[in-house]
């Protein structure tokens, strides 16, 4: 939902611009968490506070709760786009996402390569990953492939929209890969 659609009561909220530094701050980098929003509006922990809590009161953003943190999305993103996010906002799952999305049928000892992670680590990102419906597996023998199995187009479009918030050259690659095929 564009700005210029809004009804008056929600322009005038956004009519200091310190909450309209964190409301762009939230639309640029939708899936963010509070330290983020803190490093790059530089502004006080309190007045963050305050803000995001008048925008959340306000309809403008959503908070939802991610383990330990809270995340900020504009108000029109969708629960399965908030979870999704979430997920590829932390970097050693965007990483073995991203892999899983560009070699499907792949199994954990090649995922652990590409990630450099313990196998242990990797094993419970899968374990996150499973539950939250977006891979699945299909034993093959003695060994676990992994696939995607959300749109892989939802995760490529989020990427493309939020491209530059996610500072990652994989992330650059597979969008680039995605683009040409």
Not at 42 to 66: A, P, V, W
């Amino acid at each position: 939902m564009a700005e210029e659609f809004f009804d008056e009561g929600k322009k005038k909220v956004l009519e200091l611009d310190a909450r309209r530094k964190i409301y762009d701050i939230v639309r640029k980098f939708a899936g963010c968490h509070f330290r983020e929003i803190e490093r790059k509006s530089g502004l006080s922990t309190g007045s963050i506070k305050y803000h995001l809590s008048y925008l959340t009161k306000h309809g403008l953003i959503k908070e939802e709760r991610d383990g330990n943190n809270l995340r900020y999305y504009p108000n029109e993103f969708g629960s399965e786009d908030k979870k999704l996010l979430g997920l590829l906002r932390q970097k050693s799952i965007r990483k073995i996402v991203l892999f899983i999305l560009t070699h499907n049928n792949c199994n954990h000892k090649q995922i652990v390569q590409f990630v450099g992670l313990s196998p242990s680590t990797v094993s419970w990102h899968l374990k996150k990953l499973e539950e939250s419906n977006i891979i699945g597996f299909a034993k093959k023998g003695r060994k676990t492939a992994y696939g995607i199995l959300i749109d892989k187009g939802n995760i490529i479009n989020l990427l493309i929209t939020y491209r530059e918030s996610f500072l990652d050259s994989v992330v650059d690659r597979v969008i680039d890969m995605w683009e040409l095929s």
